[in-house]
């Protein structure tokens, strides 16, 4: 008996619907059906009832180049992705593993960026999901670019970005680099060392310069003061030289390091920028802008922004003059993605199958069976390596069915990915359900930041390709008119 399945409901429930290529006739009967669930006897609220001016149609929008844009919830891409590969069983790469980028939790970000901290321009950093959408969308919303190379900022500018909202926010650059970011007329680039402020002295004197200073990253994922910023004690000494050379410095820089989960670093940090303001002075300049970096986290974002006003009233309180920026990347697109993998290949004991070892787990913490997947530590769990993530797979199908009973005992197992290498290895240790076999599928979410854009072909591999959904509910429709209004600006096909 075919089983009708209840998928958790968010607020408002979203639905949907393809109104433009179906019959207006359909519309009425997708009411009246949706109605009639809603008057169940469980569906208690007839606030509930939907009504026609509930229902958002929006045009299709092509963008000339780009993977066609569908609606709805991920879930729902995640699973028809699954359901459209079952079709297609014995095509070459049927089951291949597939990412659903959702735009509107981008778009839901920068709303959530600009309630929090109004006054701080964000410069997505694009070296974190340089995705031709999410990039389309953040141009379309206005914001500013953090390019780290020349192949970066030629990105954003094919997008009809100004070169005033980017930063070459790179403080070691390539002379040609340089050179090219002139030409494109990229005035504002950060420097950390003297060698730097010769190079541009030589190629792009009026280039306008941003001191970026050494600040604690202790309590980061991914410390970047290993590589760059200028310790304090050396800031004076950077400055008189940049001013024998008569180059303009305008600002200051830092960055807390990448993945910060202390939100106390943001505010040491910006007690620092105070004191190199003051060292400007002293040297000469007047300083317009304070670049706060990257390094802002989705679960603390409320708690860093607090603390971040809070040290500019302390730090800046006269600032009417000062343009402040920042760097975010894995805040914006983090959460914006997420990827199904087939299972593809199983390791398992001899007796793993029969009746009474699905009921016994030996140990959990040595897994007992290992699942092989389509992607791996070589594609997008790169992140596992260069992010120090540590991805969890669920099961997004079991057996064909995406209801996953959890009276199924679980085992121990280890995830691994599809080359032929044993550092490609997923996930060490996890409780998977004994039945899972190879055809099934794993999904894993929080798998936007740090992951595509480092992927590799090692072995012959090719990297997951990405649906696209504008998102559910009145957002999707949003996200949609950004990107429809961006796109007319540029003068790009419409349907
Ligand atoms: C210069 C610079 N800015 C911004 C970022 C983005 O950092 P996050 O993704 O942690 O916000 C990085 C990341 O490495 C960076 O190197």
Known sequence: MPALEILSARNPIDFDFDVISCPASYKEKFLANINELLALPNAKDNNTLVHASDIIEDKEITIPGLPPLHRG????????????????????????AFFVGDLSYVYQQHLRW??????IEPFYAIKCNPDPYVLRLLAGLGIGFDCASIGEINQVIGLGVEASRII???????????????????????FDNTDELYKIARVYPGAKLVVRILTDDSKSLCRLGLKFGAPLVTVPGLLAKAKELKLDVIGVSFHVG?????????????????????????????????????????????????????????????????RIIAEPGRYYVAKAFSLATNVIARRAPPNADSQGSQDVDMDPEQ??????????????????????????????????????????PKRASSVWGPTC?????????TQLPSSLQVGDWLAFDNMGAYTICAASQFNGFQTSKTTYTSGAGYLGGEVREVLRAYSKEEGADEE
Do not use: W
């Open 73 to 96: 919830h991920p879930e729902i891409h995640l699973r028809r992705g699954v359901i459209n590969a079952s079709h297609l069983e014995g095509e070459s790469d049927s089951e291949k």
């Open 114 to 119: 600009k309630k929090n901290l109004p006054e």
């Open 168 to 190: 070459f926010a790179n403080p070691c650059k390539a002379n040609s680099f340089i050179r090219q970011s002139a030409r494109a007329g990229v005035e504002m680039m950060t």
């Open 258 to 322: 990448s993945g910060c989960y202390d939100s106390s670093a943001f505010s040491d940090a910006v007690m620092r920028a105070r004191s190199v303001f003051d060292m400007g002075k002293e040297a000469g300049y007047q300083f317009s802008l304070l670049d706060v970096g990257g390094g802002f986290e989705d679960a603390t974002f409320e708690a860093m922004s607090a603390t971040i006003r809070e040290a500019l009233n302390v730090y800046f309180p006269d600032r009417e003059n000062i």
């Open 367 to 408: 897994p007992s069976v290992m699942y092989y997947i389509n992607d791996g530590v070589y594609g997008a769990f790169n992140c596992i390596l260069f992010d120090h993530q540590t991805p969890q797979p669920y099961v997004l199908s079991l057996n064909g069915s995406f209801h996953v009973p959890s009276s199924i």
């Open 421 to 429: 290498d044993s550092l490609d290895c997923v996930c060490p240790v």
